[in-house]
């Protein structure tokens, strides 16, 4: 394993080497913040290695070197501004315009020339990626970190589960097979014998009588693999504890506890639809624009107030923000988020469902289940008391299991505007079925339909 990832390393290296020496007639640009910056302008409609809404820009350099006769020059102008570049009456802009249905690109007249050197160092010679594994620490901060751990999770149970199923049904199998040779065997040494003597039972008879004894182990060894796999599916990939670090040190206790920040005035989508969304930069800055350093009571240790006084800084750089002039001087930065908590996309998860319509029932039920531990935000239900943490991590499993349980154990409140409504005549049928003063739990609504969560 160790030996394997040498080489692996060593082979990025040599490719790096190999891309970097082929691709040196353009170096003047810095691949690594290139990559950033393409990240968070370009990819929505750019790929590097396919079509996507634009055409592919892996090498676009040499391609349009080569197949245009135009240089750095052009890129530089149809980046900056493509409407322009074509008014101008530019044959190759207008050309490629046409050939992709006049799709507009977006213009980008903030970027800098430098920065646009960096875009197209990278299109050139995208830096090999750190393995995973290496990059502890500070480096593992980057958006594949959640893909990469969920992956390498999923791979071993996945594999390790697979193959045990796959052997034990195997082996249940071949005893089965064993078994029932046998009993035929048996049964043809008796038949002969026997041939002569009474023919009670034919060998016919036995043969079907056995033959139901398989079938039915077969079935229950069928019940049994089915029960098995839910089981796998419904507790698979444990993301409990995962807690990656951030680009700035946003601290949710000093936000949301000690100064009892309204999680919803920065997650404010929560209430209206699927997702819930990071803030961006412009709500940090309706507070940061006044508030510039830390002169809180609280202190984590280890930290000072000039740690907490430096991350503050970079919500000015990320956005641009002269503190001593107030103003904005138009050079931004992208501050990328690792995401800690990310659904399959086959999964459909919405907020509002839970914290509009369910809030009374999942704030009743969650404090009926945990009296110690009264809750008074929604949200905390789920994320756990964020409001004490300083590094926000998954409080719960998040697996397929856990939403079902919470759904087979939480009553609904059908008394609420939304429910009434909608579940009216539901409601009735189900006060019918279960009687009036019964629980209905969410399962009861549908809560465990399979397409009620998966697309
Ligand atoms: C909203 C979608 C969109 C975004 C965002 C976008 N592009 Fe484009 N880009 C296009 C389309 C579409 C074309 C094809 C030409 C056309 O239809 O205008 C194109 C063409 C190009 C070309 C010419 C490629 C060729 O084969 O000649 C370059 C270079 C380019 N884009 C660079 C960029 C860079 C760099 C960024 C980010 C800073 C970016 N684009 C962001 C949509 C986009
Ligand atoms: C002042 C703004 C602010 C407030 C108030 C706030 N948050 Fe956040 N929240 C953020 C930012 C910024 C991030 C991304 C950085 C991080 O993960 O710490 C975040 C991340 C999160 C995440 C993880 C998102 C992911 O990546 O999956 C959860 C869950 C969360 N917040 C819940 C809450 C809850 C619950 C409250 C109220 C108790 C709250 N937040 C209050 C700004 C805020
Ligand atoms: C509603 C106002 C408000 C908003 C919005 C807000 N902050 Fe703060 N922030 C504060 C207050 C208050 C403090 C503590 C200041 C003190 O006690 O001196 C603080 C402190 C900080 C600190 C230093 C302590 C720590 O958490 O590490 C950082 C960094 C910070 N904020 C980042 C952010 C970021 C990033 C955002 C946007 C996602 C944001 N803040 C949004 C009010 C806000
Ligand atoms: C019923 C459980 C539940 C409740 C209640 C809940 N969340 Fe979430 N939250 C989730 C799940 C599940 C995800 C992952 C969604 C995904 O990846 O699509 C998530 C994701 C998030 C994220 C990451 C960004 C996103 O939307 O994927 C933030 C931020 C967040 N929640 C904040 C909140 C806040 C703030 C509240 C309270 C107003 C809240 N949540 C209430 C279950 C819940
Ligand atoms: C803390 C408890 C809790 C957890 C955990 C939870 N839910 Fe729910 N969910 C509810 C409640 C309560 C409702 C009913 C809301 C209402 O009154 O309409 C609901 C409703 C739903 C509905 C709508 C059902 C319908 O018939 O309209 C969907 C879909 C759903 N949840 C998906 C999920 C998914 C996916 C997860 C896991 C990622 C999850 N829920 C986790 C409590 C929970
Ligand atoms: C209350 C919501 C909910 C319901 C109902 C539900 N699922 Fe899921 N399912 C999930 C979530 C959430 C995941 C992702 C879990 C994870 O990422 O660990 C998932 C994952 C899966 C997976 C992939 C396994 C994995 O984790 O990769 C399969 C297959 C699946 N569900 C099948 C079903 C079937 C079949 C039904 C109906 C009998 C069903 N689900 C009903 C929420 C639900």
Same mark, same amino acid.
């Given at each position: 394993? *160790?030996?394997?990832?040498?080489?692996?390393?060593?082979?990025? *290296?040599?490719?790096?080497?190999?891309?970097?020496?082929?691709?040196?007639?353009?170096?003047?640009?810095?691949?690594?913040?290139?990559?950033?910056?393409?990240?968070?302008?370009?990819?929505?409609?750019?790929?590097?290695?396919?079509?996507?809404?634009?055409?592919?820009?892996?090498? *676009?350099?040499?391609?349009?070197?080569?197949?245009?006769?135009?240089?750095?020059?052009?890129?530089?102008?149809?980046?900056?501004?493509?409407?322009?570049?074509?008014?101008?009456?530019?044959?190759?802009?207008?050309?490629?315009?046409?050939?992709?249905?006049?799709?507009?690109?977006?213009?980008?007249?903030?970027?800098?020339?430098?920065?646009?050197?960096?875009?197209?160092?990278?299109?050139?010679?995208?830096?090999a990626p750190e393995p995973a594994a290496?990059?502890?620490?500070?480096?593992?901060?980057?958006?594949?970190?959640?893909?990469?751990?969920?992956?390498?999770?999923?791979?071993?149970?996945?594999?390790?589960?697979?193959?045990?199923?796959?052997?034990?049904?195997?082996?249940?199998?071949?005893?089965?097979?064993?078994?029932?040779?046998?009993?035929?065997?048996?049964?043809?040494?008796?038949?002969?014998?026997?041939?002569?003597?009474?023919?009670?039972?034919?060998?016919?008879?036995?043969? @079907?009588?056995?033959?139901?004894?398989?079938?039915?182990?077969?079935?229950?060894?069928?019940?049994?693999?089915?029960?098995?796999?839910?089981?796998?599916?419904?507790w698979i990939g444990v993301y409990k504890g995962y807690k990656p670090e951030q680009p700035i040190y946003f601290s949710h206790k000093i936000h949301a506890g000690e100064n009892k920040i309204d999680c919803q005035l920065c997650h404010s989508s929560a209430k209206y639809g699927?997702?819930?969304?990071?803030?961006?930069?412009?709500?940090?800055?309706?507070?940061? @624009?006044?508030?510039?350093?830390?002169?809180?009571?609280?202190?984590?240790?280890?930290?000072?107030?000039?740690?907490?006084?430096?991350e503050i800084q970079k919500i000015y750089a990320a956005t641009g923000w002269d503190p001593s002039s107030q103003k904005y001087t138009g050079k931004t930065q992208p501050v990328e988020w690792t995401r800690i908590h990310n659904m399959p996309d086959f999964v459909y998860f919405n907020h509002a469902q839970h914290v509009v319509a369910g809030e009374q029932a999942i704030l009743n039920s969650y404090n009926q289940k945990n009296p110690n531990a009264k809750i008074d935000v929604v949200c905390k239900a789920c994320h756990g008391q964020v409001d004490t943490m300083n590094v926000v991590q998954m409080a719960n499993d998040f697996t397929m299991g856990w939403c079902i349980e919470c759904h087979r154990t939480t009553e609904v409140d059908m008394n609420n505007g939304y429910n009434k409504e909608y579940f009216k005549n539901l409601h009735d049928k189900l006060k019918k079925q279960y009687g009036s003063g019964a629980k209905i739990t969410v399962d009861a609504i549908g809560g465990l339909e399979c397409g009620k969560c998966h697309y």
């Open positions: 394993m *160790i030996s394997w990832r040498k080489h692996y390393k060593r082979g990025l *290296i040599a490719i790096g080497l190999l891309l970097s020496t082929s691709a040196s007639i353009y170096a003047q640009g810095d691949a690594k913040n290139g990559e950033k910056l393409f990240k968070a302008n370009c990819t929505a409609c750019h790929a590097l290695d396919k079509q996507l809404v634009g055409p592919a820009l892996g090498g *676009i350099v040499d391609l349009i070197k080569k197949e245009q006769n135009l240089d750095t020059d052009w890129l530089h102008k149809w980046i900056k501004d493509n409407k322009a570049l074509r008014a101008s009456g530019d044959k190759y802009a207008n050309e490629i315009f046409e050939k992709f249905n006049k799709t507009e690109m977006t213009a980008f007249p903030n970027l800098t020339d430098q920065e646009i050197d960096d875009i197209l160092a990278y299109t050139s010679n995208p830096p290496e990059a502890t620490g500070a480096g593992a901060a980057d958006t594949n970190s959640v893909a990469a751990l969920e992956a390498a999770k999923m791979q071993s149970m996945n594999s390790k589960i697979i193959l045990l199923s796959l052997l034990a049904i195997g082996g249940l199998l071949i005893w089965l097979l064993l078994k029932l040779k046998q009993l035929v065997k048996l049964q043809q040494t008796d038949e002969l014998t026997g041939l002569n003597a009474t023919r009670a039972v034919s060998f016919g008879d036995l043969y @079907r009588k056995y033959d139901y004894i398989g079938k039915g182990i077969l079935v229950l060894l069928g019940i049994f693999a089915a029960y098995g796999l839910w089981n796998w599916l419904m699927k997702v819930s969304e990071i803030p961006s930069m412009n709500v940090c800055m309706n507070c940061h @624009r006044t508030i510039s350093e830390y002169n809180g009571k609280y202190m984590e240790p280890g930290k000072d107030k000039a740690f907490y006084d430096g």
